[in-house]
């Protein structure tokens, strides 16, 4: 059983930047990869960036690539994203999801076993 707990969402101007973090719980936490998704007021919930438990493997949403960074401490249970030059479409609920390492680091959300509940993002114009 693996717990996510995010933070650090907020309120930002546009240009400005956040960093998100997730920290895990249950002793299997560093074995799993984790990712980002977000989801939009309307809209489906998109992956943003995935890490796998050695961090030797890293994806990113085409769109955020050069602007957001994902890492991971596992000796904290903490996964990490740093979002600089912060626009209004990146406005949304951002969320923590865990998946078995084997599995890779998949887009869709269907494959992801664990979540968080969310933290807030709004980026004002």
């Known amino acids: 059983q693996v717990e996510l707990v995010e933070s650090g969402g907020g309120l930002v101007q546009a240009g400005g930047s956040l960093t998100l973090s997730c920290v895990g719980s249950?002793?299997?936490?560093?074995?799993?990869?984790t990712a980002w998704f977000r989801q939009a007021p309307g809209k489906e919930r998109e992956f943003v960036a995935g890490?796998?438990?050695?961090?030797?493997?890293?994806h990113y949403k085409t769109s955020v690539k050069g602007r957001f960074t994902i890492a991971r401490d596992n000796d904290k249970n903490t996964v990490s994203l740093q979002m600089n030059r912060l626009q209004p479409d990146d406005t949304a609920l951002y969320y923590c999801?865990?998946?078995?390492?084997?599995?890779?680091?998949?887009?869709?959300?269907?494959?992801?076993?664990?979540w968080g509940r969310g933290t807030q993002v709004t980026v004002s114009s």
């Open positions: 890490i796998r438990w050695n961090s030797d493997s890293i």
């Open positions: 999801a865990a998946i078995p390492d084997e599995m890779g680091l998949p887009l869709s959300k269907k494959f992801y076993e664990y």
């Open positions: 249950g002793r299997t936490f560093s074995s799993y990869g």
